[in-house]
């Protein structure tokens, strides 16, 4: 609790004095001078923080295609795997029709 109070008065003190300095021509300029820094520090955070969310952007898209053709690639080897078993069924089959009717001639 004590820390908390102390933490009040120390915020509340730091409003009386910017607003003594900010009255004083020279103390306005400092401060401007500092709230334009800060204006200059969050606007190169923001570009770096776009410029990373960018290069996300494209890791994800790239990703999703790689794992859209990959996908794609699966399902065309799964599609002639079932055509070529469906081609060694038949040929059992006619194999073993043609043997069958050897069997009764």
């Given amino acids: ?18 607003h003594f300095v900010n009255k004083d021509p020279r103390g306005h300029e400092l401060l401007a001078e500092i709230d334009a820094r800060i204006g200059e520090f969050t606007d190169r ?6 410029e990373q ?11 999703k295609d790689a794992a859209a053709e990959a996908f794609a690639a699966v399902q065309e ?3 002639e795997v ?3 078993a469906q081609d060694a069924a038949a040929d059992a089959a006619s ?3 043609t043997a069958a009717k050897k069997l009764t001639d």
Avoid at 45 to 50: F, H, I, L, P, V
Avoid at 53 to 63: K, L, M, N, Q, V
């Fill in 45 to 50: 955070m923001g570009d770096a923080y776009r």
């Fill in 95 to 97: 194999a073993a029709k």
């Fill in 77 to 79: 080897a799964a599609a």
């Fill in 53 to 63: 969310e960018a290069r996300f952007g494209e890791a994800i898209d790239s990703a």
């Fill in 82 to 84: 079932v055509d070529s």
């Fill in 1 to 18: 609790m004590k820390n908390v109070l102390w933490l009040l008065v120390g915020v509340i003190g730091g409003f009386v004095v910017a």
